[in-house]
Nanobody, 125 residues
Framework: QLQLVESGGGLVEPGGSLRLSCGAS????????IGWFRRAPGKDREGISC????????DYVGSVKGRFTISRDNAKNTVYLQMNSMNTEDTAVYYC??????????????????WGQGTQVTVSS
C-alpha cells in the first residue's frame, strides 16, 4: 500500500519561500504521477500542480504559475514543490497525492487514489 508523507510546511512571511517534500515508504514512486493540492480555510481542495512519472511533464494552475515549481528526484523517491513569492492566499494544508500512470498527470481531484495527511503552510507577517 502506497503511503505518502508531506513535509516542509511551516510559517513564512509574505514574499518568502518554502520547499515542500513528498516522500513514500515501501513503494517506488517511479511509476506514479504526483500532484500537489491544497485546502485553504473554508475552501475546497484545489489542485495546483502535477508532475509526470518521468518528470518531463508538469502543469500548474494560474494562481501559482511562475511562483511555484514542481520537481522530482526518483533516486531519492521524493517530489518537491518550491514555493516562491508567497502571499497570504497560499495559506493552506498542502497534499501530494499519487496516481499510478506513466507520463501523464492531472490537477483534477478525481484522478488520484493515494493521499497523505498533508502539511500546514501559513503565510503571515
Amino acid at each position: 500500500q502506497l503511503q505518502l508523507v508531506e513535509s516542509g510546511g511551516g510559517l513564512v512571511e509574505p514574499g518568502g519561500s518554502l520547499r515542500l517534500s513528498c516522500g513514500a515508504s515501501g513503494v517506488t514512486l517511479d511509476y506514479y504521477s504526483i500532484g500537489w493540492f491544497r485546502r485553504a480555510p473554508g475552501k475546497d481542495r484545489e489542485g495546483i500542480s502535477c508532475i509526470t512519472s518521468s518528470g518531463r511533464g508538469t502543469d500548474y494552475v494560474g494562481s501559482v504559475k511562475g511562483r511555484f515549481t514542481i520537481s522530482r528526484d526518483n533516486a531519492k523517491n521524493t517530489v518537491y514543490l518550491q514555493m516562491n513569492s508567497m502571499n497570504t492566499e497560499d495559506t493552506a494544508v498542502y497534499y501530494c497525492p499519487a496516481h499510478r500512470i506513466i507520463d501523464a498527470c492531472s490537477t483534477d481531484l478525481r484522478y488520484y487514489a493515494y493521499w497523505g495527511q498533508g502539511t500546514q503552510v501559513t503565510v503571515s507577517s
